[in-house]
């Protein structure tokens, strides 16, 4: 049974996550200032903290719930749906945070034959999910390097080319790890490409709130398009898994398919988590609003960190993520970077290998209140300045 024997190939072929090889380097690094988990500081709204707690002893809490989600829920997903998303024409199933929403969608639609498109850089887990799910035709797409927007003249010539065609295209908006923002008019051409080809868009819109600088998210619906959603970040709920899936209404077929999924991944979400979620929702926009509007110190604090690699080195639109090139000579090293700046400096960032792209890194902004901002800015900033003046100086 050692060195792999009899364990299953799609799993020995996955690389260990990154998250789990950032928090042993992060647990070996003294007053570590962690900059590479995607999280935000603070937890769900008070008031709907204090409501979850009136249904913790209620006996349906402990019972197993209906598999697309509590009714409730739903309901008002749907209606936040039509009327913030302008998603009209789509259904709901609520899963365990938009991960698990993902690995559904590509069990459901995805043969380990076929293949599907990424595009660099990529959400790691997404990569993760078809490679455990033991597809090995994962295409990936470039982007720009200077504005980081995937390219869609590319897309349409994969699809066009490439036999049998892709089943699946992922995007994420605005873009884990790039905080890229991508355009309506932009999504609108990804829809056209994809629909033509007879392709799946799956967009994940985890980060829908986290838009700065008088930008606008937006979201596109079709019989061929998907959309996932997550509570994770806008309301601090990382640790109560709740996502959803938006489906197209008029795929009977598709929703038979994903509750013989749900039922053998997770059955529902957990009951408590999808009452806190819908008393999240009670909250109102104006309070996602007020904690997202109070990253904007932290994104200019770690931009402005990030300046001795160079002005045009650094983008970051959206999200919670800035993405910064490393000097030409770190094209290949940026996990040796990154392992440098935590022993060195005590600052732990991601490093961009991760995501399918060599010799950048991404900086997460939302993850602590500014005080301790200040301080991982002033480290970031003082390791970089020494990473470019005289390379990665031994730790002492």
Not at 74 to 103: D, I
Not at 155 to 174: A, D, F, G, I, W
Not at 346 to 357: E, Q, R
């Amino acid at each position: 049974m050692e060195n792999g024997k009899n364990l299953a190939t799609r799993a020995l072929n996955t690389d260990l996550p990154i998250m789990v090889k950032m928090l042993e380097l992060t647990n070996s690094v003294k007053d570590p200032m962690p900059l590479a988990k995607g999280t935000v500081y603070w937890q769900p709204p008070e008031e709907a903290l204090e409501k979850v707690k009136h249904i913790t002893f209620d006996p349906t809490t402990s019972r197993y719930g209906p598999h697309e989600g509590l009714p409730q829920l739903n309901e008002a997903l749907t209606k936040k749906l039509r009327e913030k998303n302008k998603l009209l024409k789509s259904s709901v199933m609520v899963t365990s945070g938009s991960n698990q929403g993902f690995l559904n969608l590509v069990l459901t639609l995805c043969d380990a034959t076929d293949s599907v498109v990424l595009f660099a850089p990529y959400f790691f887990n997404a990569h993760m999910s078809f490679s455990m799910t033991g597809i090995t035709n994962i295409l990936i797409g470039p982007s720009d390097p200077i504005t980081l927007d995937p390219d869609t003249d590319w897309l349409e010539r994969t699809l066009s080319e490439t036999k049998p065609t892709p089943k699946l295209v992922s995007l994420v908006n605005p873009g884990n790890p790039s905080g890229k923002c991508i355009s309506e008019p932009l999504l609108k051409r990804f829809s056209d490409i994809c629909q033509r080809a007879g392709s799946w868009l799956v967009i994940d819109n985890a980060y829908e709130h986290f838009m700065y600088d008088g930008r606008k998210h937006s979201c596109i619906e079709g019989n061929h398009i998907i959309n996932l959603f997550s509570f994770s970040k806008a309301y601090g709920m990382m640790g109560w898994r709740v996502g959803y899936i938006a489906y197209p209404s008029e795929a009977t077929a598709l929703r038979t398919q994903l509750l013989k999924v749900q039922d053998n991944v997770a059955i529902c979400a957990p009951m408590i988590s999808q009452y806190l979620a819908l008393y999240c929702l009670e909250a109102g926009d104006e309070w996602i609003k007020n904690k997202v509007k109070s990253l904007g110190k932290n994104k200019e604090l770690l931009t402005e960190a990030l300046t001795p690699l160079g002005k045009d080195a650094v983008t970051g639109e959206g999200a919670i993520y800035l993405w910064a090139r490393l000097p030409e000579k770190y094209s290949n090293d940026d996990f040796e970077v990154v392992c440098w700046l935590a022993r060195r400096h005590s600052v732990v960032v991601l490093p961009g290998s991760a995501c399918g792209v060599s010799g950048c890194i991404r900086v997460t902004y939302g993850g602590m209140p500014l005080e301790s901002c200040h301080v991982a800015a002033k480290r970031l900033r003082k390791g970089l300045e020494e990473l470019v003046t005289y390379g990665m100086v031994k730790e002492q």
